[in-house]
């Protein structure tokens, strides 16, 4: 059987003509991957009686700022195929002086994905003295910023730890990431590990007191202050905070903010 050149090209757009009604068909009914839908979820809670924060994100980056205000906002803003969009859900509980912030994607299996969505979690506390805060993702980022927490416990399955001015102690995990701990004078415990990525801490005022110890099975190990210039471990003064660096795969520094 022959096929001629102007035979295959028929059958060839008679096949593009079938593929466009059906994109077509299938966007009117929001079925389409090209049906993008905005996330855009928002909830609120007093802050007077709270004293513990927890939040839990399975893949949304976690960002954790400051703001002039009485209540706990907080927001979850991205997008999604039309499709997906349901799976994308925000609670906010109180129990007692605690809140827990959980974000989620539903886990599900998905066919014809183009794009599965990409959205984050603002939290914003009011300027007030805070008992504890917990963050724990899965595969996502976190970011805390200039909030007043006494004890801080930030943990990712895999993900950077961003950590910018925090007054209280800091403890910080991830097994598969950077973290990155910038203040303007080390006055608390900081104790913080990775299995694979870099941990650097900065201070922009020199210690007059403090104990530190790196452990690392591969990277280098830099600990840059004065009365401890170009060192790997040690302690400057009597007492003071306690620094745990650690990673199996991984440098770490302890350094001026200006270095």
Do not use: C
């Amino acid at each position: 059987m022959k096929w001629n050149t102007k035979k295959i090209i028929q059958i060839a757009f008679g096949l593009v003509v079938v593929a466009i009604i059906g994109n077509v068909l299938l966007y009117m009914f929001n079925l389409s991957p090209f049906n993008l839908a905005v996330i855009d979820q928002s909830r609120s809670v007093s802050a007077a009686n709270v004293t513990d924060i927890h939040v839990n994100s399975n893949t949304a980056n976690v960002n954790i700022v400051p703001y002039d205000g009485t209540e706990i906002q907080v927001h979850m803003k991205g997008k999604s195929e039309e499709r997906w969009a349901d799976d994308f859900q925000l609670s906010v509980e109180e129990n007692g002086n605690q809140v827990t912030i959980e974000a989620n994607e539903l886990e599900k299996t998905r066919i014809f994905v183009l794009y599965s969505g990409d959205y984050e979690l603002l939290v914003q506390l009011p300027q007030k003295n805070f008992e504890r805060l917990q963050v724990q993702t899965e595969a996502a980022d976190i970011d805390v910023e200039g909030v007043q927490i006494k004890r801080s416990f930030l943990e990712a399955g895999v993900g950077n730890i961003t950590s910018k001015q925090l007054q209280g102690i800091i403890n910080g995990v991830t097994g598969a990431g950077d973290i990155y701990v910038q203040l303007q004078s080390v006055e608390n415990d900081i104790e913080a590990k990775t299995s694979v990525g870099n941990i650097t801490v900065t201070t922009e005022i020199a210690p007059e007191a403090i104990q530190t110890e790196l452990r690392n099975g591969l990277g280098e190990r830099t600990i840059d202050f004065p009365g401890l210039p170009n060192a790997e471990d040690g302690s400057v003064g009597t007492g003071g905070p306690n620094v745990k660096l650690s990673a199996e795969v991984g440098d770490l520094a302890l350094l001026m903010a200006d270095h």
